[in-house]
């Protein structure tokens, strides 16, 4: 903690959204922020160099679960978007792909059983089989069919698989690219695409003896234990994110509940 307090200006902090700052939920279009994550990362801002969220969800999705916090930086669908200045930016690659994601929705909405919910996030769909976990191998054998027809790339989640633009990038690309004028910084994750962010950490600091990367796991059976065993902390649910950033703020001086 001490070292993220003396470098303050060049540190950072990186969230994943669902399952690490909002409860998992069957109804993806219901979640919320847990209790007091919000006033946590909008005082974390006033304290360290930089504090974004790095998700699956559409940067409009973002914007909209994190209102009126200018100093919070907000990336979504792995990175492809990002809110500037109040509007969504998104990669021109990315957007060529919109009319097979649009192709691939609609034949998700007409093939797969109904129990499936088929999330259209426009550059991205996101098939869900957590009302009905049995389905998954159909789920995924379906989808990499899909993939391999229309040149799509699947990335597999808590009980979700996706499909997305074959183009390059990741939590992982993403983190390595915003840490790059940091000498520290933190990840918070829960799921199997934060991995590549843990990753990434680690090679700054191999290549860089100076950095210092903290990674945080959200413990959880779907995803298994293989983040868990790469997180120098882990904490059992995203209600205690709060709590562990509530340590990180009373670390420093200036903080309003500091000592
Ligand atoms: O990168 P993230 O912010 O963690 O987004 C990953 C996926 O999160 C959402 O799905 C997950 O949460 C849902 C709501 O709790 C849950 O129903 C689902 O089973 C989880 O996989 C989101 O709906 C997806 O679009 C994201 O890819």
């Given at each position: 903690m001490s070292a993220t307090v003396s470098e303050c200006t060049k540190s950072g902090f990186f969230f994943d959204f669902d399952g690490t700052i909002a409860p998992i939920m069957r109804d993806p279009s219901a979640v919320r922020p847990v209790p007091g994550a919000l006033e946590r990362l909008r005082l974390l801002a006033t304290l360290v160099g930089r504090v974004a969220i790095?998700?699956?969800r559409p940067a409009a999705f973002l914007r909209d679960r994190f209102p009126a916090m200018p100093r919070l930086s907000l990336f979504?669908?792995?990175g492809m978007q990002t809110v500037v200045d109040g509007r969504?930016?998104?990669e021109a690659e990315a957007g060529a792909w919109a009319p097979v994601i649009a192709r691939v929705t609609a034949d998700a909405a007409r093939e797969l059983p109904g129990e499936v919910l088929v999330e259209d996030k426009a550059l991205m769909v996101a098939l869900h089989y957590?009302?009905?976990?049995s389905l998954r191998g159909a789920v995924e054998r379906w989808a990499s069919a899909k993939a391999?027809?229309?040149?799509?790339r699947e990335q597999y989640g808590r009980m979700v698989v996706e499909l997305r633009p074959p183009v390059e990038g990741d939590k992982g690309t993403l983190v390595e690219r915003e840490t790059e004028a940091l000498t520290r910084a933190w990840y918070f994750g829960d799921d199997l695409s934060d991995g590549r962010a843990f990753e990434a950490l680690r090679g700054r600091e191999e290549r860089d003896p100076a950095?210092?990367?903290v990674r945080v796991?959200?413990?959880n059976g779907e995803t298994g234990d293989e983040l868990a065993r790469r997180a120098d902390f882990t904490i059992d649910a995203p209600e205690h994110t709060p709590h562990l950033l509530d340590h990180v703020i009373r670390a420093f001086p200036a903080?309003?509940?500091a000592g």
């Open positions: 790095v998700s699956a979504g669908l792995y969504v930016r998104t957590r009302s009905s976990p391999a027809e229309l040149g799509l950095f210092l990367g796991a959200v413990a903080a309003p509940y």
